[in-house]
């Protein structure tokens, strides 16, 4: 069993930076693709970036540029650093590993239990 464990949310200031960590147990890891998820309650989950296990980088529109996805193989970790950060940026931030990107779709086959982060005005 793979478990996905975040961590690096907190309370920062508008146009602040945080970087959150999502470190994974298993063998799986470097052998699969990474990728951060966010959500707010009542909202769908929404993909803000997945890196594939060689490093290829895959954001959605609305992330790219402010946030960057990079990973560790050797500590079998991956990253988000956030930053220009805004207050509409406030939501609980999810790491998921799997296949990623299969044709227009991400697929996961285990999603961490996720950190939030809050972004004051």
């Known amino acids: 069993q793979v478990q996905l464990v975040e961590s690096g949310g907190g309370l920062v200031q508008a146009g602040g930076s945080l970087r959150l960590s999502c470190a994974a147990s298993g063998s799986i890891f470097s052998s699969n693709a990474m990728g951060w998820y966010r959500q707010a309650p009542g909202k769908q989950r929404e993909v803000v970036a997945w890196?594939?296990?060689?490093?290829?980088?895959d954001y959605a529109d609305s992330f790219q540029g402010r946030f960057t996805i990079s990973r560790d193989n050797a500590k079998n970790t991956v990253y988000l650093q956030m930053n220009s950060l805004k207050p509409e940026d406030t939501d609980n931030y999810y790491c998921?590993?799997?296949?990623?990107?299969?044709?227009?779709?991400?697929?996961?086959?285990?999603w961490g239990q996720g950190t939030q982060v809050t972004v004051s005005s």
């Open positions: 890196i594939t296990s060689n490093g290829i980088t």
């Open positions: 998921a590993l799997g296949p990623g990107r299969v044709g227009n779709i991400f697929r996961v086959y285990y």
